[in-house]
């Protein structure tokens, strides 16, 4: 599957983004899907994922009560809504997805298969 991530940019402190994660397949209904950062000089970091059904997350500490996944009720689009935006978040974000034989499990950051182009999110203090 391939994946197309979209809506970063540059945005100032405090401000909020939504990134949109698009797969070549019809639908993500048996994927996992996640998304990874990384920042100039830094280590690509795991910031979040969405169970195959959606009714799991996962959120790294630093953006927790920022930051939402969610997948639309086609399950075409996985969303990353980011709000309270600091310098710190400035990185190119990824896509990734994982074929989830369970509706229910985060895949470990090992896991995908699949990684998008990057998006970037430039955060301006």
């Known amino acids: 599957v391939q994946l197309q991530a979209s809506g970063g940019g540059l945005v100032q402190a405090g401000g909020s983004l939504r990134l949109s994660c698009a797969a070549s397949r019809r639908t993500f209904t048996t994927y996992a899907v996640g998304w990874f950062r990384q920042a100039p000089g830094k280590q690509r970091e795991y910031v979040a994922a969405i169970s195959r059904s959606g009714d799991s997350t996962y959120y790294t500490d630093s953006v927790k009560g920022r930051f939402t996944i969610s997948r639309d009720k086609p399950k075409t689009t996985v969303y990353l809504r980011m709000n309270s935006l600091e310098p710190e978040d400035t990185a190119v974000y990824y896509c990734?997805?994982?074929?989830?034989?369970?509706?229910?499990?985060?895949?470990?950051?090992?896991?995908?298969?699949?990684w998008g182009q990057g998006t970037l999110v430039t955060v301006s203090s």
């Open positions: 990734v997805a994982d074929y989830a034989r369970l509706m229910w499990t985060i895949p470990s950051e090992k896991e995908y298969q699949y």
